[in-house]
Every structure is written in structure tokens, then in C-alpha cells.
């Protein structure tokens, strides 16, 4: 089975420019979270969508969007790039969302995409 | 939210040895995951673990969920075992909305 795909797995952006992240799941999982790690540091979460509904936002600035479509696959955007958005940015995929201490939640990443911003 | 700790930040060993890593979380947790992140960047599941005790070829990790607490550890270590590794917890109180909170990582070299 394949596992989380994402794409594109490099990217590089000027300052001011938009970028669009994609991000696939494994099959059957409905729950998707986007992942920001930057040199040095462990990820940082942004957000967690299930069943295409926006279920957990972390503490990141209105330029980060994203949604997730019928088919589970989601995007992330991010407006207005900044130096400092250079990071890997990941994504995750699990089987259920708000289970207590359920298998179910495993969190299984992607190999991330790479952005460089200049 | 939910605070994660790691030690010890760095960790030099010779082929053969064994290893003990540690995580403190300060809350209940709903889950935990123990990861390997390879030199490329990719996350590798080791261990979901809220509480007790597993065992994968040479690791293993124990979970003490009422002490706050959980080790990984890893036997007869071998070259590829090098990389960073990371523990994660999402608070039993966020609802599963917080996402996974991640420690620092132990940064491990095993030397030939």
C-alpha cells in the first residue's frame, strides 16, 4: 500500500509569493495534519482536518491556509512568503480523529516538501 | 498546551552499544509516538505508545502514563540507527485538535 505522498518534494519562492503544498493519504485514512519544521527543531503543527472539516489550528498566522477535498487529499497555502517560512512542511495522515488512546489516531507522515524562500 | 522534553539532546555511541532515551510530557496524554526522522527528512513511526509496553526487533518502549513519562529503548546498535529521534504526545484535554506536540529530538550517532 502507499503510504502518505506529498508534492512537490522542493520548492523554491521569492518573498511576497503564494505557494500551494499538496498532500495525499494513505488510503482509508479521513483524517490529514500539516506539519511545519524548520532546521534544527521538531515540526510544528498547523492544522488537522477530518472528514474535510477544519478541526485544529495551531498557533501560525492567517497567511497559512488550507482545506481538505471529497477524496481526503488536502493543501496547504501559505500568502505573502517570508523568510522564515523556509521550513519542510509535512504532512500526516491517521484513521480517526478525537478517539481517546485509539490505534486508530497513529499518525503516519510523508517524505515532506522542501521550501526555500529567497 | 502540552509540554514535551527530551534527553539527552545528543547521544555518541560505538556499533554494539545499547541505548536509553527519555520523554517527560506534563500532561495526559491521549497519544504518544515515538519517530526516527531519517538524514532526508522522513518520520518514521517506531511506536504509538499512551501507556504500556511494545517491543519492535531491537527496540522497545515503555510508557509510564501516570508518571509523565516514556523511554525508547534501542539494543545492539548498529550504523543505520543514527539520526534524530523524536517523541510526540497530543494532550488527553485538546480533544485530539491540538495535533501532536513534539520534544527537540535526541540527536544519535552510532560509530562504526
Known amino acids: 500500500d502507499a503510504g502518505v505522498t506529498q508534492s512537490p518534494t522542493h520548492l523554491i519562492k521569492t518573498r511576497g509569493q503564494h505557494v500551494t503544498l499538496r498532500c495525499s493519504p494513505i488510503?482509508?485514512?479521513?483524517?490529514v495534519s500539516w506539519y511545519q519544521q524548520v532546521l534544527g527543531q521538531g515540526p510544528q503543527f498547523i492544522f488537522q482536518?477530518?472528514?474535510?472539516?477544519?478541526?485544529g489550528r495551531g498557533n501560525f498566522p492567517d497567511r497559512f491556509s488550507a482545506r481538505q477535498f471529497p477524496n481526503y487529499s488536502s493543501e496547504l497555502n501559505v500568502n505573502a512568503l517570508l523568510l522564515g517560512d523556509s521550513a519542510l512542511y509535512l504532512c500526516?495522515?491517521?484513521?480517526?480523529?478525537?478517539?481517546?488512546?485509539?490505534?486508530?489516531?497513529?499518525?503516519?507522515f510523508g517524505p515532506g516538501t522542501r521550501l526555500l524562500v529567497l | 498546551g502540552i509540554q514535551v522534553e527530551q534527553s539527552p539532546p545528543d547521544l555518541i555511541l560505538q556499533e554494539g552499544a545499547n541505548s536509553t532515551l527519555r520523554c517527560n510530557f506534563s500532561?495526559?496524554?491521549?497519544?504518544l509516538q515515538w519517530f526516527h526522522q531519517n538524514p532526508w527528512g522522513q518520520l518514521i513511526n517506531l511506536f504509538y505508545?499512551?501507556?504500556g509496553t511494545k517491543q519492535n526487533g531491537r527496540l522497545s518502549a515503555t510508557t509510564v502514563a501516570t508518571e509523565r513519562y516514556s523511554l525508547l529503548y534501542i539494543s545492539s546498535s548498529q550504523t543505520p540507527d543514527s539520526g534524530v529521534y523524536f517523541c510526540?504526545?497530543?494532550?488527553?484535554?485538546?480533544?485530539?485538535?491540538?495535533?501532536?506536540?513534539f520534544g527537540k529530538g535526541t540527536h544519535l550517532i552510532i560509530q562504526p
Open positions: 505508545i499512551p501507556s
Open positions: 510526540a504526545s497530543e494532550a488527553r484535554s485538546g480533544g485530539g485538535a491540538d495535533g501532536l506536540t
Open positions: 482536518y477530518y472528514e474535510k472539516e477544519e478541526r
Open positions: 488510503s482509508g485514512h479521513k483524517s
Open positions: 500532561d495526559s496524554v491521549n497519544n
Open positions: 500526516a495522515s491517521s484513521l480517526a480523529f478525537g478517539l481517546a488512546a485509539s490505534l486508530q489516531e497513529t499518525q503516519y
